[in-house]
């Protein structure tokens, strides 16, 4: 494969460092010290910045107001929201908005996308299920009842679902095929419960009772669910990867100021030896990473390799949990008792990091997914 990006992913780029140029993590409060959320809502103000930067609408095509670009231009520009910690829903939006793109009715295509595009429709999705480690489409029914869906179930932990206009559910027939509803905020028999991520950011457990879904807001189409499931596990190893990027840029802007018996301690051999151990896990990051983005993008059937698409992501998520985990560990160290201090931004990038590498699953459970892969497509 090759990795050199295009004119118009690296112009993408450039939009988003301009966006997120004054966004400063270090304004919100530890969510060790706020009894409730750091926020009620996402940061609508860089939203709108976001919208008028045509960055919402990257990924849809021009018959949509879109750039028309690819899960590796939203993954470039999601690395440049983690640097700063981003307050919004980007990753959940664009990826349900991809979704729909591909798969979705005349009408529910005309009903999102156009206003997807501008920001003025909010989309997120349930991805976690009811215990945030079942399959998200197994904790909830959908059955057919004359031209309408009715729902019935939990999904727990769903992220910006009290600021979302709409939420994508997935959901089983009971004849073991996966759904896609989409639910308006408000809808009959939907209810909210109050949840908070361990990064301090307002999640939301959603109640499905008897709620009715119109036929054209439900997405049938063979394996919609698992690749949204996989641009969704993508995108976040992209935040990951952004994240701890500044995350070592920080630690080393600290150790070459700090001094130790007179030298800085970035000269000391073992700060020199953990610090280039990370760099290693960066690049081992972001090279699973691309990987995983351009398979996504090649194909949604697994052709073009011994493996599905979902044995590139798995191994990305795989080095995203362990090395953000390491990256952070090791800044915390390097930084000593400063590192704790709440007046430093370390400890929003390490509340962060920890909610990313356990979000849509642990390194161990993308390994015994990636066994199982291999179980079933033995290598030549």
């Given at each position: 494969?090759?990795?050199?990006?295009?004119?118009?992913?690296?112009?993408?780029?450039?939009?988003?460092?301009?966006?997120?140029a004054?966004?400063?993590?270090?304004?919100?409060?530890?969510?060790?010290?706020?009894?409730?959320?750091?926020?009620?809502?996402?940061d609508?103000?860089?939203?709108?910045?976001l919208?008028?930067?045509?960055?919402?609408?990257?990924?849809?095509?021009?018959?949509?107001?879109?750039?028309?670009l690819?899960?590796?231009?939203?993954?470039?520009?999601?690395?440049?929201?983690?640097?700063?910690?981003?307050?919004?829903?980007?990753?959940?939006?664009?990826?349900?908005?991809?979704a729909?793109?591909?798969?979705?009715?005349?009408?529910?295509?005309?009903?999102?996308?156009?206003?997807?595009?501008?920001?003025?429709?909010?989309?997120?999705?349930?991805?976690?299920g009811?215990?945030?480690?079942?399959?998200?489409?197994?904790?909830?029914?959908a059955?057919?009842?004359?031209?309408?869906?009715?729902?019935?179930?939990?999904?727990?932990?769903?992220?910006?679902?009290?600021?979302?206009?709409?939420?994508?559910?997935?959901?089983?027939?009971?004849?073991?095929?996966?759904?896609?509803?989409?639910?308006?905020?408000?809808?009959?028999?939907?209810?909210?419960a109050?949840?908070?991520?361990t990064?301090g950011?307002?999640?939301?457990?959603?109640?499905?009772?008897?709620?009715?879904?119109?036929?054209?807001?439900l997405?049938?189409a063979?394996?919609?669910?698992?690749?949204?499931?996989?641009?969704?596990?993508?995108?976040?190893?992209?935040?990951?990867?952004?994240?701890?990027?500044?995350?070592?840029?920080?630690?080393?802007?600290?150790?070459?100021?700090?001094?130790?018996?007179?030298?800085?301690?970035?000269s000391?051999?073992?700060?020199?030896?953990?610090?280039?151990d990370?760099?290693?896990?960066l690049?081992?990051?972001?090279?699973t990473?691309?990987q995983?983005?351009?398979?996504?993008?090649?194909?949604?059937?697994?052709?073009?390799?011994p493996?599905?698409?979902a044995?590139?992501?798995?191994?990305?998520?795989?080095?995203?949990?362990?090395?953000?985990?390491?990256?952070?560990?090791?800044?915390?160290?390097?930084?000593?008792?400063?590192?704790?201090?709440?007046?430093?931004?370390?400890?929003?990038?390490?509340?962060?990091?920890?909610q990313?590498?356990?979000?849509?699953?642990?390194?161990?459970?993308?390994?015994?997914?990636?066994?199982?892969?291999?179980a079933?497509?033995?290598?030549?």
């Amino acid at each position: 494969m090759d990795f050199t990006f295009t004119e118009e992913q690296q112009a993408a780029v450039e939009a988003a460092k301009a966006v997120f140029a004054d966004v400063a993590p270090d304004g919100v409060p530890s969510p060790a010290l706020t009894p409730r959320a750091v926020a009620e809502d996402f940061d609508r103000e860089l939203w709108a910045k976001l919208a008028e930067s045509d960055l919402l609408s990257l990924v849809l095509n021009q018959e949509h107001g879109g750039s028309g670009l690819d899960a590796i231009a939203l993954c470039l520009v999601l690395r440049e929201a983690a640097r700063v910690l981003a307050r919004v829903p980007l990753l959940e939006h664009c990826a349900t908005a991809m979704a729909v793109q591909a798969h979705g009715s005349p009408e529910l295509t005309g009903a999102l996308l156009p206003g997807a595009g501008r920001g003025s429709v909010v989309l997120t999705v349930a991805a976690h299920g009811r215990s945030g480690h079942d399959p998200a489409e197994l904790a909830v029914t959908a059955r057919r009842d004359g031209d309408t869906w009715v729902l019935e179930g939990l999904q727990t932990a769903v992220a910006w679902a009290h600021g979302a206009d709409w939420t994508a559910v997935p959901a089983h027939t009971g004849e073991g095929e996966a759904v896609l509803a989409f639910v308006p905020r408000g809808a009959e028999g939907l209810s909210l419960a109050e949840q908070y991520s361990t990064s301090g950011e307002r999640l939301a457990e959603l109640t499905l009772d008897g709620v009715r879904v119109p036929a054209a807001h439900l997405i049938e189409a063979p394996g919609a669910w698992d690749h949204l499931r996989q641009l969704l596990a993508t995108g976040t190893c992209a935040l990951a990867l952004g994240l701890g990027e500044n995350v070592l840029t920080m630690t080393s802007r600290y150790t070459s100021k700090r001094e130790q018996f007179g030298f800085p301690v970035a000269s000391f051999q073992a700060v020199a030896v953990q610090a280039a151990d990370r760099y290693i896990d960066l690049r081992a990051m972001e090279v699973t990473l691309w990987q995983a983005a351009w398979r996504l993008d090649a194909s949604t059937g697994g052709a073009g390799g011994p493996l599905p698409s979902a044995g590139d992501v798995a191994v990305a998520k795989i080095w995203a949990s362990e090395g953000v985990r390491r990256v952070v560990q090791t800044a915390q160290h390097l930084h000593g008792g400063f590192g704790a201090d709440t007046d430093y931004p370390l400890h929003r990038y390490h509340a962060w990091a920890k909610q990313l590498e356990l979000q849509l699953g642990p390194a161990a459970a993308h390994e015994e997914a990636l066994g199982d892969l291999l179980a079933a497509h033995p290598l030549a």
